[in-house]
Nanobody, 122 residues
Framework: QVQLVESGGGSVQAGGSLRLSCSTS????????MGWFRQVPGKEREGVAG????????FYTASVKGRFTISQDNAKNTVYLQMDSLKSEDTATYYC???????????????WGQGTQVTVSS
């Protein structure tokens, strides 16, 4: 059974940093990419960052480019999201997912974690 478990969320002041982790188990890395998404109540889930599992190439949505960094540690079966210069608009529940195509759209998500809350206060 495939499981994705996010951790590292919390509350931080604007300008601060957090690092999210997504640990996988039972997953054979058959999908080409992993991604991070976020969602606030009443809004659609949006893609934030993605990484190609075979060569670690990364891609980001425009609003986080230069502030967020996605990375992976294949030995630990873990994907990370380093979030710097956080803004109040980054407040959301963050989810990791495997992607059957390397596009930051929820339609291409295959397996999902349960989410971790990030709250940024101004």
């Amino acid at each position: 059974q495939v499981q994705l478990v996010e951790s590292g969320g919390g509350s931080v002041q604007a300008g601060g940093s957090l690092r999210l982790s997504c640990s996988t188990s039972g997953y054979d890395y058959s999908d080409p990419c992993m991604g991070w998404f976020r969602q606030v109540p009443g809004k659609e889930r949006e893609g934030v960052a993605g990484i190609m599992t075979n060569n670690s190439a990364t891609f980001y949505t425009a609003s986080v480019k230069g502030r967020f960094t996605i990375s992976q540690d294949n030995a630990k079966n873990t994907v990370y999201l380093q979030m710097d210069s956080l803004k109040s608009e980054d407040t959301a529940t963050y989810y990791c997912a495997t992607l059957r195509l390397c596009i930051l759209m929820t339609d291409y998500g295959v397996y999902w974690g349960q989410g971790t809350q990030v709250t940024v206060s101004s």
